[in-house]
């Protein structure tokens, strides 16, 4: 099967569906795990992004958390809400098609604290530094709920089964 055609055919007919052109194919073993285009103009949900929704489905069929075996297809370079979803699943492999320089002059997202050119710069900056406002509320309470965690877990920080280098 070709998924780079799959992933460019399920994104083609998202837009005729008055769909965003992106869309993702997840591929394990030669076959489609699971595939999605980017549902956000349909859905309202501004996290109904193509990995996101590809990924829910594969860890669902696959009955877990982690995609190791798989490849993942995607139509253009991640944003970073979809790119620390992919880290989370550990995928294989991620192949993806496009990058924003080239389709940027047909196709332009940005919001309200970014720009699609600035957003893996905003990111990297410290929090206190982001165009986002965010506020730290310290709380002893919010650290008990992960000292309860480790406790149900006989002492064990990591989570069980969770890929690692």
């Known amino acids: 099967m070709d998924f780079i055609q799959r992933t460019i055919d399920l994104a083609r007919r998202n837009v005729e569906e008055g769909g965003r052109p ?7 073993d ?6 999605s285009p980017n549902k956000v103009a349909q859905t309202g949900d501004p996290t109904a992004h193509a ?3 590809a990924i829910r489905e594969a860890c669902t069929k696959l009955g877990t958390e982690h995609l190791t075996g798989t490849t993942i ?5 991640p944003c ?4 620390g979803s992919l880290y989370y699943c550990s995928p294989d492999e ?3 098609l ?6 940027e002059p047909h196709y332009v997202d940005d919001r309200k604290y970014f720009e699609l050119d600035t957003f893996y710069s905003e990111f990297a900056k410290d929090w206190r530094e982001r165009r986002l406002p965010m506020r ?14 480790q406790e149900r877990n006989g002492g064990e920080r990591r989570v069980a089964g969770a890929p690692t280098a």
């Open 98 to 103: 496009t990058t924003r320089e080239a389709y």
């Open 22 to 28: 992106f869309a993702t194919v997840i591929a394990k």
């Open 51 to 53: 990995e996101v929704l």
């Open 80 to 83: 970073p809400m979809c790119l």
């Open 94 to 96: 991620v192949v993806f």
């Open 30 to 35: 030669g076959e489609i795990v699971a595939e």
């Open 136 to 149: 730290h509320e310290p709380s002893d309470a919010a650290v008990d709920v992960y000292k309860d965690w």
């Open 73 to 77: 297809y995607v139509l253009a370079h």
